[in-house]
Nanobody, 118 residues
């Protein structure tokens, strides 16, 4: 049974930082590309950052402020968020996509709330 469990969300003031973690179990972690998405109230879920075997990338809206990395030994993905802004407020979801075949399995975590407010 595959599980993705996010942690690290919370309330932070503008300009502050948070680090999100995603712990994966029930899968061969190195076979998966890992991503972070977010969904604000009334909006669609959007890709924030993704990391594969060779490189990583972030959405333009967070570029220079957010960093994604992974630790394959402990089977975790992370999202470091710096200089947070109120518009970063959203539920953040961990996402895993099987990378060895086209159309591979996709898994989601349950989400963690990030609120940026004075």
């Amino acid at each position: 049974q595959v599980q993705l469990v996010e942690s690290g969300g919370g309330l932070v003031q503008p300009g502050g930082s948070l680090r999100l973690s995603c712990a994966a179990s029930g899968l061969t972690f190195t076979d998966y590309h890992m991503s972070w998405y977010r969904q604000a109230p009334g909006q669609e879920r959007k890709l924030v950052a993704t990391i594969n075997d060779l490189n990583w990338n972030t959405a333009d809206s967070v570029k220079g402020r957010f960093t994604i990395w992974r630790d394959d030994v402990v089977r975790k993905a992370y999202l470091q968020m710096n200089n947070l802004k109120p518009q970063d407020t959203a539920v953040y979801y961990c996402h895993a996509r099987y990378s060895r075949t086209i159309g591979g399995a996709v898994y989601w975590g349950q989400g963690t709330q990030v609120t940026v407010s004075p």
